[in-house]
T-cell receptor
Framework: QKEVEQNSGPLSVPEGAIASLNCTYS??????FFWYRQYSGKSPELIMS????GDKEDGRFTAQLNKASQYVSLLIRDSQPSDSATYLC????????????FGQGTRLTINP | ETGVTQTPRHLVMGMTNKKSLKCEQH?????MYWYKQSAKKPLELMFV???????ENNSVPSRFSPECPNSSHLFLHLHTLQPEDSALYLC????????????FGPGTRLLVL
């Protein structure tokens, strides 16, 4: 089982709709969860972090965390073509020096 | 300059060449990282440095040799690479090695012929 799993996509969403990105993780001890956005040919950019169960909203972005189900998601409301990118889920690893484990990423395309 | 910078941005090298990648962070962080990103694979952590001391080496082949002369600079020395080493090499930094929020540089796109 992969430590962090994401559907690689591509996920296509019409402009203005809600894009929903999902991530599951295997280590029940994980406490910190991050979403990075990576445009093609660019480096990952941190867009959201979440540490507690429930929802965290920042502008058009909402991160949702359910530790019991080991599930974290990212919702993008009013999707824009500029949201087209690969979204990486990262989860902290409680043990060892490698503090972050990344998923494969989900490629999102917003269609005008 | 701000954030994390990397040079060169693109590099083409033969299998017998020796080259170095450079990373510099202007954030006052104490931890620096090298990652490898290949197509359709998750980011792979290669090395972790905390206050110039290597704290993690994820079974990386010896043809990759990191160097951290101070907490702001990180190098990755490359020699006798293989074509499968072609990838995007990303440098990142964080406040401390225990601080999980990491900030990435723009990366070096490496092609080994």
């Amino acid at each position: 089982q992969k430590e962090v799993e994401q559907n690689s996509g591509p996920l296509s969403v019409p402009e203005g709709a809600i894009a929903s990105l999902n991530c599951t993780y295997s280590d029940r001890g994980s406490q910190s969860f991050f979403w990075y956005r990576q445009y093609s040919g660019k480096s990952p950019e941190l867009i959201m972090s979440i540490y507690s169960n429930g929802d965290k909203e920042d502008g058009r972005f909402t991160a949702q965390l359910n530790k019991a189900s080991q599930y974290v998601s990212l919702l993008i409301r009013d999707s824009q073509p500029s949201d087209s990118a690969t979204y990486l889920c990262a989860v902290n690893r409680p043990q060892g020096a490698q503090k972050l484990v990344f998923g494969q990423g989900t490629r999102l395309t917003i269609n005008p | 300059e701000t954030g994390v910078t990397q040079t060169p941005r693109h590099l083409v090298m033969g299998m017998t060449n020796k080259k170095s990648l450079k990373c510099e962070q202007h954030l006052g962080h104490n931890a620096m990282y090298w990652y490898k990103q290949s197509a359709k694979k998750p980011l792979e952590l290669m090395f972790v440095y905390s206050l110039e001391e290597r704290v993690e080496n994820n079974s990386v082949p010896s043809r990759f040799s990191p160097e951290c002369p101070n907490s702001s600079h990180l190098f990755l020395h490359l020699h006798t690479l293989q074509p499968e080493d072609s990838a995007l090499y990303l440098c990142a930094s964080s406040q401390t090695v225990n601080q999980e929020t990491q900030y990435f540089g723009p990366g070096t796109r490496l092609l080994v012929l």
